[in-house]
């Protein structure tokens, strides 16, 4: 089946940094990549769509120069978190759509201190 | 936009009886209708998913129904296991932008 690898799993950083994640989508061409924000016992909150060679997509509420997001081929996205503070801290998770649906990675735990 | 509703947010089971719980969905344009299954500190798994097309799927334990009309849907899993707890989610598309919606999650216990 369809597989999405992203990296860090987990990430600890300090106030102030930056922090990339990846997602990539190992045996498919994603037409279209997601990036969720998920708070402890909540449900996935879409934070931007992005797809190849264009300008993401954020959602309402989301600052596009908070969380910039790069999808440089239609088997890579990255997030980054710039200048990182506390309450960025939060279990990200991206997705990538093809045909076939939606296939989720494994998710990144960031912890800003 | 999609709005999707999910019921119940906890459920507990005994090990061996059935689970169901149900979604609603706003927006008849919908046509995909995936369920999730997340463990702790896990991305989400698809479980099983349908399509507008077809009223019902079942693959071993686990079955969806869709009911259009009514817009909802509803995951059934039967003879459950301990390694059945965790939390699920079912999910709508949106015709446009090709994002999918989320229910809020349910958290499954099986009691052994």
């Known amino acids: 089946g369809a597989v999405v690898s992203q990296h860090p799993s987990r990430v600890i950083c300090k106030s102030g940094t930056s922090v990339k994640i990846e997602c990539r989508s190992l045996?498919?061409?994603?037409?279209?990549m997601f990036w969720y924000r998920q708070f402890p016992k909540q449900s996935l909150m879409l934070m931007a769509t992005?797809?190849?060679?264009?300008?993401?997509?954020?959602e309402q509420g989301v600052e596009k120069d908070k969380f910039l997001i790069n999808h440089a081929s239609l088997t890579l996205s990255t997030l980054t978190v710039t200048s990182a503070h506390p309450e960025d801290s939060s279990f990200y998770i991206c997705?990538?759509?093809?045909?076939?649906?939606?296939?989720f990675g494994s998710g990144t735990r960031l912890t800003v201190v | 936009g999609e709005n999707v509703e999910q019921h119940p947010s906890t459920l507990s089971v005994q090990e061996g009886d059935s689970a169901v719980i149900k979604c609603t969905y706003s927006d008849s344009a919908s046509n995909y209708f995936p369920w999730y299954k997340q463990e702790l500190g896990k991305g989400p798994q698809l479980i099983i998913d349908?399509?507008?097309?077809?009223g019902e799927k079942k693959d071993q334990r686990i079955a969806v129904t869709l009911n259009k009309t009514a817009k909802h849907f509803s995951l059934h899993i039967t003879e459950t296991q301990p390694e059945d707890s965790a939390v699920y989610f079912c999910?709508?598309?949106?015709?446009?932008?090709?994002?999918?919606?989320f229910g809020g999650g349910t958290r499954v216990l099986v009691k052994p």
């Open positions: 997705s990538a759509s093809d045909f076939y649906g939606y296939t």
């Open positions: 349908i399509r507008s097309n077809v």
């Open positions: 999910a709508a598309n949106q015709a446009a932008g090709n994002k999918l919606t």
């Open positions: 045996d498919f061409q994603a037409t279209t």
């Open positions: 992005s797809n190849e060679g264009s300008k993401a997509t954020y």
